[in-house]
């Protein structure tokens, strides 16, 4: 049977950045109704890609065609109008307006100049009820959970005429249920002959939901594949462009460590963001700090940090008492935190990775005595190398990496200061496996190398791989520690968490 | 990081409207706290009178909010009332018939605010600059005019400034504030009931997500400052008429009391956060504060302007703990 025509068909795109070839030659064709699913590392051009597609970004080279006529957006309200709507990994509404506005807003019904709110409430509760959401669509969007916000972008989304739905990295801030009610959604948009566009880095969503995908790497097309005709491990080595063996398992467990005491809060708390809590970090030792989003996870990293003022309890690092009021104050005694909001807390986009790496030592001496340049390159070049940060190249500014290269360029920020602990916030979330492979074995490496590591992710698995003792937190609790031992499995993880008690 | 809905606190006033309800409080506190202490205090007039001594005041406010709401500054506002007068007073003293005065004037305010704006838009100049410089152009283009005050005798003008409105019961209104109430009233319905208000609310909320959602943003940047140049115009022409002179030292200083009492009206000076009707309780509590140091006779008038800082600080702390819980 003859596939029906491409809704959307691209052919021999090339986008040039300065300094980055992100896109050389890419085909790539949406039939409509179907999941397609584009697939790549990060820095592979996915969201070049898409970003080319809906008119952010002009085209170098290469034409598009929508229903078979060519088309070249000047701005995404063009490629709206065209009917290709986007959904972004990062909600892009507005919090302050309420809910039926950011459905409606520019598009609002509309009677002699002035909105009709009541119809406005209207369409935007009937949007919404066609997602199966019923919410108050007059209570600001702020009010709710960045689920419910993603599935009122996605109801935005369909307000048009959309033939084109594009979803960037949807799931990555949903849990469990909240994906299946996405994919039911998407299920049902299929059927009405939606072709759906959907990025994301779980292989098993992608393998559920998924019925055709397109592979990227460095910028260039691998190819495309229907999801039933290529397995798992096939699609891996397609995407990182190496056999997975290469990819070198880490061995199910670290061994146990027995190494001094290093930092050991006790009774640590701070009203309203985490009860207190009891916990020692040993040296060489992976702490991992498993809990549902909102657990209390950051909570206790800012606390360890002095990012938060603590209000009870106290801190030892190394046997001496500290109080930790700022960050700065951390930093001497040799902590280091890598944040989950790596583009607001971490990274200065506009500056270099050179600079960017350098900053916190620089910081750490003060401003009087500026590091020497031999010496910031030699530095700069050798974590380059050791953390694979592609481009390797130390003069591009760090707007210009994707995703996974900004982790490793934060990570070697606070690498070259030498910290005994290490504490990193979700820091594989949203980059691909490839750099999450290497982003584990460096932990790895690091605690075997006698670095204490705090390590908060939200997937278990990982957890488990890495930590030599994992605490479990719940509703703002730490409400338990276990050792990671042969009897500790995700699924009695999973329990803890759920009952609140060990097992 | 999380936004969890707390359930059992649904009788709560919604936090957006907390701001507002403040300054209406104090608002009232304060007029119960003059009419206790000063007699003849407490009369609905002393209120009209607010508004009358504060009319251009709050004509230049309301344009004022349209830029904070759409997350900019404008620090032009009070040169170019200057300016307006000073223009207004000239031509009429040319023999202009003042009609044609008013619509230049109007003119010359919104021309000033679109450049101002496309400027800001276009280069991606901070506000702050763009309006800093508007505000030396216009207050230097004053004495290019004339260095002395002007006077007006124009009979419109003159009219404009005589004329008592007669609300009964012994309350009357200048037909300032009639322009003032109309502008609020317009502006009021523009915000709310039309898409120029709802995209200024959606810039000030989030610029990116505006442009991402496909929401006109450099249209509305630019309409936004033109607004406010526009009324920054009409609220020299409602001076000419209170002043009845023009003169290049007029409004000093006035962009800050607009500022100010757009924030004490409890809209966020990050944007996207506010209502009109805190700007006229804003400009209420400025005048107010005006009136009670008037009453108390003995205080010196800078009196005024502590108490207006001191309030600003209050507000603005207020301000930076509402967002700083909501996180």
Known sequence: MAPPAPILRMRGIGKQFPGVKALDGVDFRLLPGEVHALMGENGAGKSTLIKVLTGVYGIDSGEVELAGRPVAFPGPQAARQAGISTVYQEVNLCPNLSVTENVVIGREPRRLGRIRWKEARRRAAELLGRLDLHIDVSAPLSAYSPAVQQMVAIARALDVDARVLILDEPTSSLDKDEVAQLFRVMRRLKEQGIAILFVSHFLDQIYEIADRMTILRNGRLVGEYLTSELSQVDLVAKMIGRELADLERLEDRPPAREGAPLVEADGLGRSRAIEPFTLTIREGEVVGLAGLLGSGRTEVARLLFGADHAGTGSLRIGGEPVGLRTPRAAIRHRLAFCSENRREEGLVPDLTVRENIVLALQAARGWTRPIPRRRQDELVAKYVSALNIRPADPEQPVRNLSGGNQQKVLLARWLILEPRLLILDEPTRGIDIGAKAEIQRLVAELSGGGMAVLFISAELEEVLRLSHRVGVLRDRRLVAEIDNDERLTTGALMETIASGAAS | ?327
Not at chain 2, 97 to 113: E, F
Not at chain 2, 171 to 198: D, E, F, K, N, Q
Not at chain 2, 229 to 258: I, K, N, P, Q, R
């Open chain 2, 1 to 327: 990081m999380t936004v969890a809905t707390v359930p059992g606190r649904k009788a709560r006033v919604p936090r957006r409207y907390v701001p507002v309800l403040v300054t209406a409080a104090l608002f009232l506190a304060m007029f119960a706290a003059g009419g206790i202490r000063y007699e003849g205090f407490a009369t609905g007039q002393i209120i009209l009178n607010v508004f009358i001594d504060n009319a251009f005041l709050l004509v230049v406010a309301v344009g004022m909010t349209f830029v904070i709401l759409a997350g900019g500054i404008d620090l032009s506002v009070g040169s170019v009332v200057a300016l307006s007068t000073m223009v207004a007073a000239t031509l009429l003293k040319q023999g202009w018939s003042p009609w044609p005065v008013m619509m230049l004037v109007l003119l010359i305010g919104a021309v000033l605010g679109l450049g101002m704006g496309a400027i800001i838009h276009y280069f991606e100049i901070q506000p702050f600059i763009v309006t800093l410089a508007g505000m030396f152009l216009a207050r230097g283009l004053c004495y290019t005019i004339g260095a002395r005050s002007i006077p007006v005798d124009d009979p419109v003008f003159t009219a404009f400034a005589q004329t008592r409105i007669d609300l009964g019961a012994d309350m009357w209104i200048s037909p300032g504030v009639v322009v003032a109430a109309a502008v609020v009233v317009a502006a009021a319905y523009t915000l709310h009931h039309t898409r120029l208000g709802r995209n200024v609310y959606a810039t000030g909320g989030n610029e990116q997500s505006a442009l991402l959602m496909g929401l006109p943003v450099a249209r509305t940047k630019i309409a936004v400052y033109t607004i406010s140049g526009f009324c920054s115009a009409l609220g020299g022409l409602v001076l000419s008429f209170y002043m009845l002179s023009g003169y290049g030292l007029h409004a000093v200083g006035m962009e800050l009391d607009a500022i100010g009492a757009v924030v004490i009206g409890g809209t966020l000076l990050t944007g996207g956060s506010g209502y009109l009707f805190g700007t006229v309780l804003g400009v209420l509590v400025l005048g107010l504060i005006q009136t009670i140091i008037s009453f108390e006779g003995t205080l010196s008038s800078w009196w005024t302007r502590i108490l207006i800082g001191l309030l600003l600080f209050v507000f603005i702390l207020m301000q930076r703990l509402i967002t700083a819980r909501r996180r």
